[in-house]
């Protein structure tokens, strides 16, 4: 339904930020809708948040909810290259990957707009906090530092804690990324005063685009939205906090969702823009890179 003209530096980017529900054939249907209007709107590229096919089952730990896993390829990947397809946008997903008995992976999936899965990228950065218990279901990705090649461009993909952590960043757009992409899962704890959640979401914000400035690349962030309450009733839930954004190069907000609603977002990335930027500031040239060995050590102070 759509596709882009080669010959155009204008990239138009669509985020999907919506509420889960409990029901993933309803999830899936709320997402085609959203991935169908994106066609008709002219969008090239569509990017879905973090495991949008369920609720935020990580706030428990219930051996369980890996029967919600799927392996890739299988159902999950055949429905969204289908999808991909039937609208001919690239297509960024986050699925629950059962890669074998006892090792899962939270990891994003990118479909070119013919369907078939241009690659793929497993989580590195796995959170262990109240409601966040993703280490008792995610092994830390071993796959490469590497940008997915599409028709769309090479996209660096990561996912969620990824984004916090400034080297994942900075080695994609090392190996070639022309676009930064972080599907999302974040929101607030409801015991937070309302100063300390606005410190939060505003954190989150300024530490992506601060990887935008420091590479000279554009970012997508998508986030869910709604509230999810805790199943255990150990916590009082998560609200997630919605605000999927894009970000230019200088970080400049070139869009932005709203906290609470569910919505589908456009924007024209110039995607020569980079290239202007990287000129007037050439962090990659600058770098002392004969310096920076001790990065590789976990901590460095010692009193001793």
Known sequence: MSTRNNASHLLRVAMVQMACGASQEANREKISVYVV??????????????????????????????????????????????????????????????????????????????????????????????????????????DEWKPIETSVGRLGVQVCWDQWYPEGARLLALSGAELLIYPTAIGYAAEDTPEEQQRQREAW?????????????????????????????????????????????????????????EELLLVDIDMKRSEQVRRWWPFLRDRRIERYGDLTKRFLYSTR
């Open 205 to 261: 914000s300024i530490v992506q685009r601060g990887h935008a400035v420091a590479n000279g690349l554009p970012l997508i962030a998508v986030n869910r939205t709604g509230f999810e309450p805790d199943p255990s009733g150990q916590t009082t839930g998560i609200k997630f906090w919605g605000s999927s954004f894009a970000s230019g190069p200088q970080g400049e907000m070139l869009a932005q969702g709203s906290e609470d609603n």
């Open 37 to 142: 209007e994106a066609a008709k709107k002219g969008a090239h590229l569509v990017v879905l948040q973090e495991l949008h096919d369920t609720p935020y089952f990580c706030q428990t730990e219930n051996v369980d909810n890996f029967d919600l896993s799927t392996p890739i390829p299988g159902a999950a990947t055949a429905y969204y290259g289908a999808l991909a397809k039937k609208c001919g946008v690239v297509l960024v997903t986050s699925l629950f990957e059962r890669r074998a008995a006892g090792l899962y992976h939270n990891t994003a999936v990118v479909f070119e707009a013919d369907g078939a899965i241009a690659g793929m990228f497993r989580k590195k950065h796995i959170p262990d906090d109240p409601a966040y218990y993703e280490k008792f279901y995610f092994t830390p990705g071993d």
